[in-house]
Nanobody
Framework: QVQLVESGGGSVQTGGSLRLSCVLS????????MGWFRQAPGKEREFVAA????????KYADSVKRRFTISRDVAKNALYLQMNSLKPEDTAVYYC?????????????????WGQGTQVTVSS
């Protein structure tokens, strides 16, 4: 069973930066895309960003474009999310996820594996 281990969350002030990491315990036979999602208290889990493993193509939610950057390290089986210009509304638990087959990266129900989540708190 593939496990995803996240790290890098924390507390910052408005305008600060954080870098999240997600490492796979093993690489499944097929790798479609990986994504970051977030969930704030009382809200549904929402799409943040995704990257297609084969070619590095990326997709972002409008709310994080030009502030967040998703990247991957194929050799290390690792996924990253660089978050700059953070805002209080970015406060949430952030999850990385893996979809073994390429599909619709914005849909959390299509992902096969999930990390445990890491808390990001942005204070004003």
């Amino acid at each position: 069973q593939v496990q995803l281990v996240e790290s890098g969350g924390g507390s910052v002030q408005t305008g600060g930066s954080l870098r999240l990491s997600c490492v796979l315990s093993e690489r499944p036979f097929t790798m479609g895309h990986m994504g970051w999602f977030r969930q704030a208290p009382g809200k549904e889990r929402e799409f943040v960003a995704a990257i297609f493993w084969s070619n590095g193509a990326t997709k972002y939610a409008d709310s994080v474009k030009r502030r967040f950057t998703i990247s991957r390290d194929v050799a290390k089986n690792a996924l990253y999310l660089q978050m700059n210009s953070l805002k209080p509304e970015d406060t949430a638990v952030y999850y990385c996820a893996l979809d073994e087959e390429p599909g619709l990266p914005e849909r959390p129900s299509l992902y096969d594996h999930w990390g445990q989540g890491t808390q990001v708190t942005v204070s004003s």
